[in-house]
């Protein structure tokens, strides 16, 4: 019996290494776990598939599966075979946060996927209504201490990113400030421009034309580092904030048990096509940045995003609605 087994497996891997060989033999579903259109990551997601398309001499169809946060596609990629012909446009949303505030979520971001490319990020920003007296991130934490429980900011909703920036913030400053969720980044806008919410936090595609027009004032850039697109804006850990890095990042997965071969092949893709001025220029384009990772890496900063999103979940109580 043991014999048995040892040839099976060993049968088992030859397979998996001839399948690796002729990859890819036929069209890959590339699964975005947004609607068709709502978002970046859709907008990326479209963009990879055809850059891939021509570099792997295989259709790489988009799969929209919305639902659940991102949560339900990024399920439905966790529990398909390991053969490189499902993959999943990652986002940080449900991979980095989605365990935290989900009790029941049906995957493991780090179990049940193997990472194969970051490639994108989109920088966010802390900006604030003119008529808050603060024109850096210092500033604001001195006002929000001065008008204690009277300082509220905005988000599209409990447990996104938005909604976590304002209470990493609060953890790491320890200033206090009332979350006001709505149904969408849009409504949320509309009140910190009109002052009914003094702060907002959120991608700096969303605030850039608000901020040019002297409708809004960016105070600080939440990623660790400086962002290409706002290169004047210091960064809120260089305010002062030790540690603070919030963005929302896109990026490529697999089923866990995928072949290394056909990891490494896809990510070789990736990487080629990221370091092309027509890539780098299109992502730029949609308000994100390029920002490649490798397999190695990526898994590292998915981990280190749990644990960061974890303790600041535990620590405000956030509840899905």
């Known amino acids: 019996m043991k014999s048995f087994s040892i040839i099976a497996a060993a049968l088992l891997f030859s397979g998996f290494v001839h399948a690796a060989d002729n990859y890819p033999s036929k069209p890959i579903r590339l699964i975005v776990p947004y609607p068709a259109g709502a978002s970046s990551n859709d907008i990326l997601g479209r963009d990879i598939a055809q850059r891939l398309t021509k570099r792997l001499g295989q259709q790489v169809v988009v799969d929209n599966r919305s639902g659940a946060s991102g949560t339900l596609g990024s399920e439905i990629v966790a529990k398909s ?6 993959l999943l446009v ?4 449900p991979l980095s946060v ?6 029941k979520l049906g995957f493991d971001p780090v179990k049940d996927l193997a990472p194969i490319a970051r490639f994108a990020m989109v920088p966010y920003v802390m900006a604030v209504n003119p008529t808050v007296p603060a024109k850096n991130i210092p500033e604001f934490i001195a006002y929000a201490k001065a008008q204690a429980g009277k300082v509220n900011y905005g988000s ?11 209470e990493l913030f609060k953890t790491l400053t320890g200033i206090e400030m009332t979350h006001v969720p709505y149904k969408g980044g849009a409504q949320a806008m509309v009140d910190v421009l009109g002052g009914r919410l003094q702060m907002i936090c959120t991608g700096a595609t969303a605030l850039s034309a608000h901020i040019r027009s002297g409708k809004l004032r960016a105070i600080g850039m939440a990623t660790i580092t400086r962002s290409s697109q706002m290169p004047e804006l210091p960064t809120i850990a260089e305010q002062g904030v030790k540690g603070f890095d919030v963005n929302s990042w896109t990026g490529l ?8 071969a056909i990891i490494r092949r896809l990510y070789d893709e990736v990487a080629y096509l990221v370091k092309t001025e027509e890539m780098q220029k299109f992502i730029l384009s949609t308000g994100a940045e390029p920002a490649l990772m490798d397999p190695k890496e990526f898994g590292a900063y998915i981990k280190s995003e749990l644990a960061v999103w974890s303790k600041v979940v535990k620590t405000a109580n956030v509840r899905i609605d």
Request: contains cysteine; aromatic residues 6%; glycine residues 22%.
């Open 81 to 86: 075979p390991p053969d490189g012909y499902t």
């Open 90 to 93: 990652g986002v940080a949303a």
């Open 98 to 103: 989605g365990p935290s505030v989900y009790p």
């Open 156 to 166: 599209s909703g409990n447990g996104g990113s938005p909604h976590l920036c304002g």
């Open 253 to 260: 997965l697999a089923p866990a048990g995928t072949p290394q």
